[in-house]
């Protein structure tokens, strides 16, 4: 079994907004993505889904798009991303997908999960305190996201407990927990103390070397998987509790 990730799908299935405005590389970027899911990942497989997953604004209206992501092969694990204005509470998100038979879809909040061989943790993240942009009201979002990746890695230990072993550690974020310049944040500190092994994250959709180099900090390997950042084709993180080369690093 293999683990995939991916981010910043950006389906618009019942609203309309087309991505091709933001760069020529958007141009029918949902038929690439489908054609390069269907070519990676098999039946058996889970992808890691990290945020901006529909432009939809109610669940209802993200049907359209939740239905896509199900149809495509294997487990899908989804987190928020500060556009999915369509979420809701996790117990609501999944009477919904029962009720409209999404079976293979799941939501990581506040909680930890084990994939493929691998245990998952993460949380959606937000702006940094190293961001000019950075206020008081983005203190207060940045203070209760730290808290969750908190309890998501609580989860994640009491996981261990209960299988009476130690798998190799994913975070799955939304936003970058480094600044573009390298400089950390409470949520990277919390990963280096847990020795989280691997973070993945997506928001960015600009050129940004740091990201692009897939760094390593305080023992944490950071890969920026943002859809057009990695051609729209799910990245390979690893497959049997074995991290691949690309996810390791040299």
Known sequence: MKLFAIADLHLSGAV??????????WANHTERLVQAWQEAVGPEDTVLVGGDISWAKSLEEALPDLALIHSLPG???????????WWTTVRKLEAF????????????????????GFHICGTRGWLLPADDAFSAQDEKIYKRELARLELSIE????????????????????????????KESGFSQILCREQI????????????????????????RYIMV??????FRPFLVGQDGQFHMDAEGE
Not at 18 to 23: D, K, L, N, R, S
Not at 155 to 182: C, D, F, I, N
């Open 75 to 85: 487990r899908k694990v989804l987190l928020r991303g500060n556009h999915d204005y």
């Open 197 to 220: 092994q691997v973070c993945l994250f997506g928001h960015i959709h600009h050129p940004a070397p740091f990201y692009q180099s897939r760094p390593q900090m305080g023992g944490v």
């Open 155 to 182: 989860a994640l230990r009491m996981l261990e407990k209960e299988e009476g072993q130690s798998r190799p550690t994913v975070a799955l974020m939304h936003y970058p927990p480094l600044s573009e310049k390298g």
């Open 97 to 116: 997908c029962r009720e409209q038979s999404l079976e293979s879809l799941s939501f990581l909040r506040n909680d930890a999960r084990a994939e493929a």
């Open 16 to 25: 309309d907004k087309p991505m091709a405005v933001f760069g020529a590389r």
């Open 226 to 231: 943002a859809s057009d950042q990695i051609d």
